[in-house]
């Protein structure tokens, strides 16, 4: 029996090496990658955040990139610049200032999707941001910015949704505190789009968006908070009652520790810096 | 010594497994090899025209018209666009990918995005745009023509080398004929188009350029609307299915520079298109037609949701004239005027309780508290059929009504608004009831067709 297993074992090697020796012809790429052909627009963009940033800006339709379900359009090529020029100096530049382009370029989005339009729901909303994976934003309506560049509520409206939408991208790299999720848990309501700003405030909320789900009550309250001047923001204190307004308060307190302690954002800075921003962009002075 | 013969076969398999089997490849290139090629072919053949090329752009033959373009491609990426449904050119950048097989795309806004715009209302609703498409699969090109499917829709589309002309007076034709089409403002209601001894009612929708006509059937009186759809042509307009009412069939429409009129060009039919302040034939028995099988006719909603995005979005829409087809301009300001103020829908309701018909209004407290749940006031009327058609009705006031909410009946009646529809609906004149298609309908002032209403079945 032994012997049989050993003509066994020296036939497999045989037919092992025999098999082996069939050779593999090794031959040119059978891909053939042109140089991209870079626009002006594209030459700026390289410059300006793929070199600097490592941020790619996705303007070109690729459908992969979009969600399908939505019927969604492209920007206008030419209203492209003047977009992502706020997008700089009310996003990227804010951040850079405050911590260092050593720490943020690690946690910035690693690609910026511009779309043309809102993404129409059917429920009535309108999609105006949305983060993915740690790693992309996708910016909507970006066309509109073009004929409303100079209102200071326009350009307030896109830096609220990119601040918004980072947040998540922090969130999604380190969670925040449970602790947040516990202020107002039986308030999250799916339907939302029902409910008034002041039922917001009044149940603990800064917008009605925020009442959706606790990742996007964390991203509203940040971003409500950096987007506004201390006045606008102890306005939109003042509207609410005084249980509403602790309990927003007290998820700002969260909110702030996990920036300070997680990515060491002082959001008193920081909003004093996309305070001059947006002053900057409404005024041209850039 | 069964396990010798065994053990011999062994190195029999070994030899068998040894071999290779050869595989003859159908096509010497691998497949990305292949498309590769491919897709530089058709940039090679796209940008061969001298004048580009044009196309006839049908997204949805059952629902909208046509759209023509012409587009020449530029080796550098870009792609001048003009057409028949925009004024300016427009310049762009195209690409070809692989996704469902070789794939054209614009890949930045032009002119062919506007068709898929979701911005674009359709029937007042924003999100769905004109079913445009902006990225094409290739199914066949050659010089003469490149044969696609649309990515999104699935509709096809096929491109032909465009002439000197398509650029320099063309589409401005198209265009120039197919705005003609909308109706003029302050013109009167009725557009009836003559076709030798019979007439139809016609209604156009200038974004999806689409008709719907109204006719009376010759031997049965009974009163049909359907629909066709509208493309621009160097003399004016093709209908596309033809219109064929009581024998006489209708394609085309000339436009009259001199004379300012569409005239029939169809071979053996005489006839034009014209405004008329009366209707062009009696519309049998319409009130019937009206009530039947719904108890209340109604205007479009405003405020689906509470004072939210959608709502505020819909009375936007209302205030830069997106219900300018509901109803004539003097309404449009009642109208906006009672949905600030709460609200959601104007109705005629036929039957409350064995009485009627009563004119009310439903909605919220204020623009902002608008939901599911709302509120109603309806005052009565007195309704008097004006003759044996039974297609003309007047009604007056019965001063007698019924609230479930007293604050929202003082909030309603108090308003410009509710004064507007209330002198409206009760002009002594009367009105014309004219079927429309959808089961909708119009109610057109007997004494001045330029003030109407379109209400709705529910």
């Avoid at chain 1, 082996?20 to 626009?39: G, H, N, T, V, W």
């Avoid at chain 1, 809102?118 to 309506?141: P, Q, R, T």
């Avoid at chain 2, 002009?427 to 909708?440: H, L, Y």
Wanted: glycine share 6%.
């Amino acid at each position: 029996m032994k012997r049989i297993c050993y003509i066994i074992i020296v036939l497999l090697g045989v037919q092992t090496l025999w098999s082996s020796c069939a050779q593999d012809k090794f031959e040119d790429s059978i891909y053939d990658i042109p140089e991209p052909r870079l626009s002006e627009l594209d030459v700026w963009l390289r410059d300006s955040f793929v070199t600097p940033y490592n941020i790619e800006v996705l303007y070109r339709w690729e459908d992969i990139e979009t969600d399908m379900t939505h019927n969604l359009v492209p920007p206008t090529q030419s209203r492209v610049q003047r977009f992502v020029q706020m997008v700089k100096l009310c996003f990227i530049d804010t951040y850079v200032q405050l911590v260092g382009k050593n720490v943020v370029n690690p946690i910035f989005p690693k690609q910026l999707l511009l779309l043309g339009t809102g993404a129409f729901s059917n429920d009535g909303a309108i999609i105006l941001g949305m983060a993915e994976a740690g790693k992309k934003i996708v910016l909507y309506n970006v066309d509109e910015y073009y004929f409303h560049s100079t209102s200071r509520d326009t350009i307030t409206s896109y830096v609220h949704t990119l601040h918004h939408e980072f947040t998540h991208i922090l969130n999604q790299q380190k969670a925040y505190p449970l602790a947040f999720k516990k202020i107002t848990p039986s308030s999250y309501t799916v339907s939302w789009q029902n409910e008034s700003d002041e039922n917001a405030l009044t149940a603990g909320f800064v917008t009605p968006y925020a009442m959706g789900q606790p990742d996007e009550d964390f991203a509203e309250t940040f971003s409500s908070y950096v987007d506004r001047s201390t006045a606008e923001w102890n306005n939109l204190l003042n509207a609410a009652p005084a249980a509403g307004r602790a309990l927003i308060q007290k998820k700002l307190e969260v909110v702030r520790t996990y920036m300070e302690e997680a990515w060491h954002i002082d959001m008193d800075a920081l909003r004093a810096l996309i305070q001059q921003s947006i002053h900057n962009v409404e005024t041209g002075n850039y | 010594m069964k396990k010798r013969e065994i053990l011999w076969l062994l190195p029999l398999l070994f030899l068998l497994a040894r071999c290779t089997v050869k595989e003859d490849y159908i096509f010497e290139e691998s497949a990305t090899a292949r498309i590769k090629a491919y897709i530089t072919a058709c940039e090679a053949t796209i940008t061969k025209p001298e004048y580009g090329w044009k196309a006839l752009f049908e997204p949805n033959k059952q629902s909208l018209g046509g759209y023509n373009i012409v587009m020449k491609f530029a080796e550098d990426g870009n792609v001048r666009m003009v057409c028949d449904f925009l004024e300016d050119e427009t310049t762009s950048t195209y690409s070809f990918n692989e996704s469902q097989g070789a794939v054209l795309c614009m890949d930045t806004y032009s002119a062919l995005h506007y068709l898929a715009d979701p911005r674009i209302p359709r029937a007042g609703v924003l999100g769905v745009g004109l079913e445009g498409e902006f990225e094409f699969v290739i199914k066949e090109v050659t010089a003469d023509s490149m044969v696609f499917t649309g990515k999104k829709w699935g509709e096809p589309v096929v491109f032909y080398p465009a002439e000197e002309r398509d650029w320099t007076g063309r589409m401005a034709a198209y265009r120039e004929h197919i705005e003609k089409m909308a109706p003029q403002e302050d013109s009167p209601f009725f557009r009836a188009l003559t076709m030798n001894n019979t007439a139809v009612n016609i209604v156009y929708d200038p974004p999806t350029r689409t008709i719907i006509y109204t006719y009376s059937d010759n031997v049965s009186k009974e009163i049909l609307s359907a629909s066709t759809r509208v493309y621009g042509t160097d003399e004016g307009v093709r209908l596309s299915p033809e219109i064929r009412v009581n024998g006489v069939v209708l394609d085309r429409l000339r436009y009259n520079q001199s004379t300012r009129m569409f005239e029939v060009s169809t071979p053996g039919v005489v006839g034009a298109l014209r405004y008329s302040n009366t209707p062009p034939f009696p519309f049998y028995k319409s009130l019937n037609m009206l009530r039947e099988r719904s108890t209340f006719a109604c205007t479009p909603r405003i405020g689906s949701l509470s004072g939210n995005i959608t709502g505020i979005l819909e009375l936007l829409l209302a205030l830069i004239g997106g219900h300018s087809s509901y109803m004539t301009s003097e309404l449009q300001l009642g109208y906006r005027n009672l949905a600030l103020a709460g609200m959601k829908q104007f109705r005629i309701i036929w039957d409350i309780d064995g009485e009627g018909p009563w004119f009310s209004l439903f909605g919220a407290l204020s623009f902002a508290a608008m939901d599911d749940l709302y509120y109603s006031t309806s005052y009565k009327l007195n309704m008097e059929i004006l003759r044996d058609d039974e297609d003309q009705v007047r009604f007056t006031w019965a001063n007698e009504k019924q609230t479930d909410n007293a604050q929202f009946d003082t909030n309603m009646s108090i308003q410009a608004g509710f004064a507007a529809f209330r002198l409206f609906i009760t002009d002594p004149a009367g009105f014309t009831i004219v079927p429309s298609a959808n089961e909708r309908f119009y109610l057109v002032n007997l004494a001045d067709s330029r003030r109407w209403l379109l209400l709705s079945k529910e």
